[in-house]
């Protein structure tokens, strides 16, 4: 690993993380709006959203959550899924994937390579899986910045959607197999 995550320590979630989770997400709708973004996740944090916590709480308990810990502290959080979600205008693959449901960090922490690093475990989880198909969906909006962040972990556009005006993007990354040894 590289200098900006060796003290990254990344765990499997569980519903005691909900708390950290919402924390995270209202302070990442806070700082998009201090930057003029109120497009991506609107204005209204994300923990007093109609169903924002339960949302949550669903992915600490059907998803396979995971939390990213720097010196013990929840700094990121990752939640895995075998799709999208329903509500979304795209659908399945047409082959076993994991699609990432929910990436964010906590804002304290940009630069440190947080969201690298669950990305990077997304991958192993993936691969450890058996699975050879990693997807994520984002807000295109705003330049493309995060698009170019997926992109810039090894992801490649695959198909844009809108959802109602918000503007999305499906992204893929292969994943090498695993191959299990033995007869």
Do not use: K
Not at 75 to 93: F, K, R, T
Not at 109 to 114: F, P
Not at 151 to 158: D, I, K, L, M, V
Not at 160 to 180: H, I, M, N, T, Y
């Amino acid at each position: 690993m590289n200098d900006t995550t060796h003290d990254i320590r990344i765990r499997p979630g569980s519903p005691d993380d909900a708390a950290a989770i919402l924390g995270m997400l209202d302070s990442a709708v806070a700082w998009m709006n201090a930057r003029g973004n109120t497009e991506q996740w609107g204005t209204v944090p994300y923990s007093e959203r109609p169903g924002g916590v339960e949302r949550v709480g669903r992915y600490t308990t059907e998803n396979a959550p995971y939390i990213a810990e720097l010196d013990g502290v929840p700094v990121g959080a990752l939640v895995l899924d075998s799709g999208p979600s329903p509500q979304m205008p795209i659908g399945p693959a047409g082959e076993p994937e994991r699609y990432v449901r929910l990436l964010v960090s906590d804002r304290r922490y940009a630069g440190l390579g947080v969201g690298a690093a669950l990305l990077a475990h997304a991958v192993e989880e993936t691969r450890r899986a058996g699975v050879g198909l990693l997807r994520v969906d984002c807000w295109a909006g705003g330049g493309g910045e995060l698009v170019a962040f997926y992109e810039r972990n090894g992801f490649a556009p695959t198909e844009a959607f809108l959802d109602g005006e918000w503007p999305g993007q499906v992204l893929a990354r292969r994943v090498g197999q695993v191959l299990s040894g033995g007869s």
